[in-house]
Structures are given as C-alpha cells and as structure tokens.
C-alpha cells in the first residue's frame, strides 16, 4: 500500500473534488482519495495494478493534470 500526495492546480471548486473522487476511485487498486479544494493537493492510497503513472496518466486524461 502507498500514499501519494499531488499538487493539482486546475482545482477550483467542489465540482472539481466530486470528479476527482469519483473519478479516481473507480480505478482498480484505488484504496483511498482525498482531495483537497483550498490546497489543490490530492492525496492518494493505492495498491497494485494502481500505480503512480496509472494515477498520473487518468488524472491528465480528466482534465487535471498533476503539477511537473
Ligand atoms: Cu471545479
């Protein structure tokens, strides 16, 4: 199991969080999402097959990219 935690900039509202959420959960191995609107963080607990890259890749995918 692992914890990530991404700056993601395009957060602007609570709709962004809900698609976050929503999004990321779905994904299989996604234990955990958390995001986060007055920070612009998103913190993430996974598991194999989930993996930084597969988190990274559908996060950019859904219009919110993580921060280089
Ligand atoms: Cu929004």
Sequence with gaps: MKTVTYAVPNISC???VHTIQ???ADMK???SVKAD???KMVEIVFD???S???LKALLAEIN???AA
Excluded: I, N
């Design 14 to 16: 609570m709709h962004c």
């Design 22 to 24: 929503t999004e990321l």
């Design 29 to 31: 191995g996604v234990l």
């Design 37 to 39: 609107q007055a920070g």
């Design 48 to 50: 194999a097959p989930a």
């Design 52 to 54: 930084e890259e597969s």
């Design 64 to 66: 919110y990219p993580v």
